[in-house]
């Protein structure tokens, strides 16, 4: 695909679309290029984090720390297929293997009481104390009375 300043041919955009299991359409990922190639800034052939959070919707989100370890480098191809798992016609699994990635906060394959706490911080911030989340999803791990 070379620099991103060059033009899209019909052979990357089919490359792309394999890539990303065929959940874009050639339009869509035409789109997606213009976008990549405004957040490449310097036109390196893949987006840095600091890139990443000049997206106001990125920025924003409590989880966008953990995000950027994820995007941070991508080039074109591994860009749409991260966006590919947010759409709607992504598989269940695809969104599943995603947030499994944003929890599993020590990347050791397993979600432990202490991932589930970091991403607990993450999204309460000065909300909530440190011993206020301890007991947070130890009361939603209990079995129901009901």
């Not at 890539?19 to 339009?27: A, G, K, M, V, Y």
């Not at 990635?101 to 911030?125: A, I, P, Q, W």
Request: glycine share 4%; aromatic share 10%.
């Amino acid at each position: 695909m070379g620099t991103t300043s060059s033009l899209l041919t019909q052979y990357d955009i089919e490359e792309v679309q394999e890539h990303c299991n065929h959940l874009f359409s050639q339009q869509e990922i035409v789109s997606l290029y213009q976008r990549f190639c405004q957040l490449d800034r310097n036109a390196k052939g893949f987006i840095s984090a600091d890139e990443f959070l000049s997206v106001p919707e990125f920025a924003m989100n409590p989880l966008s720390q953990r995000l950027l370890k994820m995007v941070d480098g991508l080039n074109f191809k591994d860009f749409v297929a991260f966006l590919s798992a947010f759409s709607a016609k992504a598989s269940a699994q695809q969104k599943i293997e995603l947030i499994f990635k944003v929890y599993d906060t020590d990347r050791n394959g397993k979600v432990s009481f202490k991932d589930m706490l970091e991403v607990l911080k993450d999204l309460s911030g000065s909300f909530m104390s440190d011993d206020q989340r301890e007991v947070s999803p130890t009361i939603c791990m209990l079995p129901s009375i009901a």
